[in-house]
């Protein structure tokens, strides 16, 4: 209970808070856009906030990349090293790769900096992939966010070649390696590869003196300003729509139940950037990533064991060792081995993943709107397709390790080549297979795996058998995943056809025989 | 209509909020709906009061100060930990330390965000609001079109050909035009793919560019070799010249006959040279397995057999290694005769024709 | 209730099984990582083939760049022993060659390096050589490395003597070699199969790529001097002695040498990194998501 000088203080407060909108208001016009803005609700189920971590990640690579490029030398002259670290003292080097080495080892937090940069990189990837596989399986991107789901697919492209091209900077033989090869992939295009390759290079590999320049302005400049205008347009779409919100009780299309923006969900969400600043700092200065020091400077008559990139370009690194060796050759001109598991593949690899809420309509006929979401067992064919891709990434991204697994576990790694080519189109059939059925299997049970069972509707035909109906949910044509009710052989129920728009509360209270006596027992 | 089920009467307060997640109805203040302005009705299944001021410790002072001193020292922590970092950096950084002292402060920081957000600020989860309308009316819409034709109308009907027939191939014209200067965007790469820095009568240095004598390689051995004068590989003009000289001893080697009748035949004395740049990729190629007598390659797993010729056994490689022709100088010197007789390295489109 | 009696109730409702879970499996997983995972290898004391020729006595000289092995019979004598009961079934009466292949050209390197990195005795004739405990100690393997070269020099075809490592110096001078050279030629030579960190990798046919973190300098000289198939061998036409003591020198430092950036993970590379950073990194972001966020 506020005492007297709380309730003062308030006042007061509340005093100068209007003095300082007024004056914003005589000139801006905010007051109506603030007040909608902190009344804002935001629904807060933890799943939604994956996004926010690749949006935080982001952030925390601006702030340590600010302070990494005051340091980088994006220079490819040569230099001679005479610094503390002993085994490259008297080396020659590029100055792109002598400015990281300095970085790591005579500037203050360099390491730390550099170290926890690159670690964000890696969690700011996986966090957009596993937020990306979120949107996926809830159907989150059907009208209207067909278009959101284009932004973020963009995104992700534009985050891979964002870390590609900053593990490129230090000039080291790992990275190096890794451009030599996309370098052979460009040049592999027909027609224009070899000129397009020379273009983005300045020339034959290992590319002209401003090489390092021209990649330093594309990580600092160009795709940060891209990424950074993609995920503005990103989160104004998602403001205006409003976030989609998983069906409950007291849910529907036409309403939002969350969390007002001011102050609980912003505070959470700054305690949230907290967090990942933590892990991303702990990482930073407890486990050691690309210690470029140990490659060495590149040189194109070196190459180490080990050679992968970081782990989000490992499936098309894998795509490379497990492509058959097929090359194409007539009338004095070929098409190069690198073109197909490196231009084709990821071709149409992103035109199914940026087609896909049009397949997705098409798949399920569905063209309605929705502000709710499925859960991964309301449409057992669309998670059955996302596990089986996922499965294809999986095979993929293991076949560019082939030679670690091998040495770990003593196999050859022809062995494993010929398994992962094989698993590449096996493992996501079956994967598909299992996933869908254990959707109809879950459809069954009716209850949300962690929550408490709110109750089944058990209704008795003529004869005076009873059957279960499963959970009365009328959402949309494809509750049951288009089969009624797996195994059970029984007709949609009453609540089947209470498929008016607006009406899709969970339970659908005047229906149904067992009609759940509402949560709680009220 | 959904059963709602009321909430506590007027007044009466309960300690948590009901076990149900279901949205609380209790009397306070008017909750304003989303977008629409105030004065908007609700939709009818929305509940129309909503306590915006209620959070879980609000009617527990002792609890509510406990979580504060709570808070508190978790911020204390990270104040600490700020001055733990302006030592670490002054007496000179050190990368454990500054990770786990940031590490904790940023931790700290938002443990304690996260309990006051949790325990003592309103605006909890259960808020419901309208999603409003976010199409535009079907006035509206018919006023856009109205608006686009009153252009359009005057532009295409009457003046059709001024927009379709001049302005469009012009600037389709202009277009080309402004994209032409791309061509020239990039070097000329004329013959380059095509050669090395290899030339006849080059000498076979090591990495520090001292030659290599014959006898320098023994059986079974491997040595990464450069044309002499050549051995800055940042240099483009030399990248693609890194061979690597092998002793078979007395092995055979295959003799392969390319496609355009050319010969190629080893040095002699076990010596043979194969270019060092993989035909699948570009990367350097010398993983030996003396058992099996194969190049691999490390980046992509391909495979060749030395003895037939540098053919690819597995793996994406498509093409055998490229061979140097090597002639041994009077004095006991490896020497390249030619250039390699066919383009090195990956693949590209015009790579079918004559070197 | 006291935050305490509210976890153990949300414990016992099963709200906090779903975050508890989640962390055990993750430190359940990265314990096991982080000890199946060979860390940097701590710093021993002095390396047992060179204790093996202080125990036996033997002195240092600067012949030729080589050890000098004993000629006494005595030790000639034990060896021959030692050899006759554990190598001759497969390496035949005195080193002709049997199942094995022989030994009268091997030198005394070969014989140090296999024995003292535990690749012989082998277990079957068509078992493939391993690194792993020595079978002998260090006596013993003097006494047979005595043996076999004994044998050789009566056949007259003496091998390759067993390289004597000159520690690194900080500038290079000749007969001095430097981390840096070391460093040069190793990344040249030896990253494209042992990996640049020294951690190892894969060849082809199923060989595996021992790592070098755990060698001697000693065997590393041998192994680069021998060329242990299916490992090439570089001979001193290709490599001076000063330029093998660097690699061996060099190779130890990155094996003893703090990693700066904190822990190692096998320094294998952008997998293990890639590893930690999805089911460590986010998925304990994913936990403090689970906690921050509602459940329903």
New interface residues.
């Given amino acids: 209970m506020s005492t007297v000088a709380e309730r003062a203080a308030a006042r007061k407060r509340a005093l100068i808070a209007e003095k300082a909108f007024d004056e914003l208001d005589d000139r801006l016009g905010t007051s109506k856009w603030l007040r909608n803005a902190m009344d804002k609700i935001f629904p807060?189920?933890?799943?939604?906030?994956?996004g926010e971590?690749a949006m935080y990640s982001f952030l925390i690579l601006v702030v340590t990349g600010i302070y990494l490029a005051l340091f980088y030398s994006p220079s490819s002259a040569i230099v001679v090293y005479h610094g503390p670290y002993?085994?490259?003292?008297?080396?020659s080097m590029t100055q792109a790769y002598e400015s990281t080495v300095n970085l790591?080892?005579s500037v203050r937090a360099g390491?730390v900096m550099r170290?926890a940069h690159h670690?964000a990189a890696?969690?700011f990837l996986?966090?957009i992939v596993?937020h990306m596989c979120r949107v996926f399986f809830t159907g989150a991107f059907r009208k209207p966010r067909e278009l959101n789901w284009t932004i973020g697919v963009t995104l992700l492209l534009i985050a891979m070649l964002e870390g590609f091209s900053g593990y490129s900077l230090p000039d080291d033989?790992?990275s190096g390696s890794g451009l030599r090869v996309v370098f052979s992939i460009i040049q592999s295009v027909p027609f224009v590869g070899v000129w397009l390759a020379f273009t983005l290079w300045g020339g034959p590999f290992p590319g002209s003196s401003a090489f390092f320049s021209r990649l330093f302005v594309i990580h600092e400049f160009l795709f940060p300003l891209l990424l950074a205008g993609l995920l503005g347009a990103h989160l104004a779409i998602l403001w205006h729509q409003k976030h989609t919100d998983?069906p409950?009780p007291g849910k529907t299309e036409r309403n939002i139940v969350g969390s007002r923006l001011w102050p609980q969900y912003a505070v959470?969400s700054g305690?949230?950037l907290m967090?990942?600043a933590a892990?991303?700092f702990g990482?930073g200065?407890?486990?050691?990533?690309?210690?470029i020091w140990?490659?060495?400077p590149f040189?194109a008559?070196?190459?180490?064991?080990?050679?992968?990139?970081?782990?989000?370009v490992?499936w098309l690194d894998g795509a490379l060792r497990l492509w058959p060796h097929w090359e194409f050759r007539s009338l004095g001109h070929e098409i190069a081995n690198p073109f197909f598991p490196g231009i084709l593949l990821p071709g149409i690899v992103f035109a199914v993943i940026y087609a896909w809420p049009a397949i997705d309509r098409r798949l399920f006929n569905d063209h309605e709107e929705h502000n709710l979401l499925d859960r991964p067992r309301d449409k057992p064919l669309r998670t059955a397709i996302g596990v089986a891709a996922l499965f294809f990434f999986a095979d993929l991204t293991l076949a560019?390790?082939?030679?670690?697994i091998?040495?770990g576990l003593?196999?050859?790694?022809?062995?494993l080549i010929e398994i992962l080519q094989y698993g590449s189109f096996v493992a996501p059939i079956i994967a598909g297979f299992v996933a869908y059925h254990v959707c109809l299997l879950l459809q069954r049970t009716a209850a949300h795996p962690?929550?408490r069972p709110v109750g089944g509707i058990i209704v008795r035909d003529a004869k005076g058998a009873f059957h279960t109906l499963g959970y009365e949910h009328a959402h949309g044509g494809n509750g049951h995943g288009g089969n009624g009710h797996g195994g059970n052989g029984h007709d949609a129920g009453p609540a089947e056809a209470d498929a008016e728009e607006g009406a899709r509360s969970w339970p659908a209270g005047q229906h149904g025989a067992g009609a759940s006596a509402g949560p709680g027992g009220g | 209509m959904e059963t709602l089920r009321p909430g506590p009467a007027e007044g009466e307060r309960v300690a948590e909020p009901p076990a149900a997640?279901f949205p609380r109805v209790v009397t306070g203040t008017h909750g304003p709906e989303e977008g629409a302005g105030l004065g908007t009705p609700w939709p009818d299944d929305v509940p129309p009061d909503q306590d915006d001021t209620w959070y879980p410790l609000k009617d527990d002072p002792y609890k509510a100060r406990r979580m504060e001193y709570i808070i508190a020292s978790l911020w204390a922590v990270t104040g600490g930990c700020g001055i733990g970092l302006m030592i670490a950096y002054w007496t000179g950084g050190q990368?454990?330390v500054e990770?786990a002292l940031l590490a904790a402060a940023f931790g700290c920081l938002g443990a304690g965000l996260?309990l006051w957000a949790k325990f003592l600020l309103p605006g909890q989860?259960d808020i419901v609001g309208s999603r409003g309308e976010h199409h535009s009316s079907p006035e509206e819409r018919a006023a856009v079109v109205a608006s686009l034709s009153r252009g359009t109308d005057a532009m295409l009907s009457r003046r059709g050909f001024l927009v379709k027939k001049v302005l469009v191939p012009v600037g389709g014209i202009f277009g080309i035009a402004a994209l032409w200067p791309i061509a020239s965007l990039g070097p000329r790469y004329g013959r380059f793919l095509y050669h090395t820095a290899w030339y006849p009568g080059a000498r076979l240095v090591?990495?520090f560019g001292k030659p290599v004598?014959a006898?320098?390689?023994?059986v079974?051995?491997?040595?990464?070799v450069f044309p002499e004068g050549h051995t800055d590989t940042d240099i483009p003009a030399n990248a693609m010249s890194p061979a690597v000289l092998i002793n078979i001893g007395g092995d055979t080697i295959v003799e392969r006959k390319l496609n355009e009748g050319f010969e190629v035949r080893y040095g002699g004395n076990g010596l043979v040279c194969f270019s060092k740049i993989c035909t699948h990729a570009g990367c350097?190629v010398?993983?030996?397995?003396?058992?099996?007598m194969?190049l691999?390659c490390?980046c992509h797993?391909s495979?060749f057999d030395i003895l037939e010729d540098c053919k690819p056994v597995?793996g994406p490689a498509p093409r055998p290694l490229p061979q140097l022709p090597l002639g041994v100088s009077p004095d006991g010197y490896l020497f390249a005769r030619s250039d390699f007789v066919e383009p090195v390295g990956p693949g590209f489109w015009d790579r079918g024709g004559p070197a | 209730m006291s935050w305490l009696r509210a976890t153990r109730l949300a414990l016992a409702r099963?709200r906090l099984a779903?975050p508890a879970a989640l962390v055990a499996v993750s430190v359940a997983v990265f314990s096991t990582l982080a000890w199946a995972l060979p860390a940097p290898a701590q710093p021993k004391g002095a390396q047992p083939a060179q204790r093996s020729m202080e125990a036996a006595g033997v002195t240092a000289s600067q012949a030729a760049g080589t050890v000098p092995v004993s000629t006494s019979p005595a030790e000639v004598t034990a060896g021959e022993l030692l050899y006759d009961d554990h190598c001759e079934s497969c390496h035949g009466v005195g080193g002709v060659g049997a199942k094995g292949p022989e030994l009268l050209d091997v030198g005394p390197a070969a014989v140090d390096f296999f024995l003292s990195t535990g690749r012989m005795p082998l277990n079957s004739p068509t078992a493939e050589p391993r690194p792993g405990p020595p079978y002998f100690n260090k006596k013993q393997i003097a006494e047979i490395v005595a043996y076999i070269n004994f044998v050789d020099v009566s056949h007259g075809t003496p091998g390759v003597g067993i390289p004597e490592v000159a520690p690194a110096c900080?500038r290079?001078t000749a007969n001095c070699p430097?981390?840096?050279e070391?460093?040069?030629?190793f990344?040249?030579?030896c990253?494209?199969?042992?990996?640049?960190?020294g951690?190892?990798?894969?060849?082809?046919?199923?060989?595996?790529?021992p790592s070098l973190r755990q060698a001697t300098k000693t065997q590393i000289a041998e192994a680069v001097r021998v060329?242990p198939?299916?490992?090439?061998?570089?001979?001193p036409?290709?490599l001076t002695d000063q330029q093998v003591s660097a690699i061996a020198d060099?190779v130890y430092?990155?094996s003893h040498a703090k990693?700066?950036?904190?822990?190692?993970?096998a320094?294998?590379?952008?997998?293990p990194?890639?590893?930690?950073?999805?089911i460590?990194?986010?998925g304990?972001?994913?936990i403090?998501?689970?906690?921050?966020?509602?459940?329903?």
């Fill in positions: 807060d189920h933890w799943s939604f906030m994956v971590i002993k085994p490259l003292d008297g080396q790591s080892f390491l170290q670690w890696l969690i996986a966090a596993v033989l790992l998983f409950g959470k305690s949230l967090f990942i892990v991303i990482l200065g407890f486990v050691q990533i690309n210690p140990v490659y060495g040189s008559a070196r190459a180490s064991a080990g050679t992968q990139p970081d782990w989000y490992g560019s390790a082939t030679d670690l091998g040495n003593n196999i050859s790694f022809e062995l962690i929550q | 997640s990368a454990q990770g996260l989860g090591d990495q004598l006898s320098d390689v023994e079974d051995g491997i040595m990464t350097a010398s993983l030996f397995n003396v058992l099996s194969q691999v490390p797993q495979t597995f | 099963g779903g900080a290079q430097t981390l840096s070391g460093n040069e030629l990344l040249m030579n990253a494209q199969c042992h990996d640049a960190s951690a190892g990798g894969m060849l082809s046919h199923g060989y595996v790529v060329g198939r299916p490992m090439p061998n570089f001979g036409g290709q060099y430092y990155i990693n700066r950036g904190g822990f190692g993970i320094n294998f590379g952008p997998v990194e890639g590893f930690v950073a999805i460590f990194g986010l304990l972001l994913l403090v998501s689970r906690v921050i966020g509602n459940r329903g």
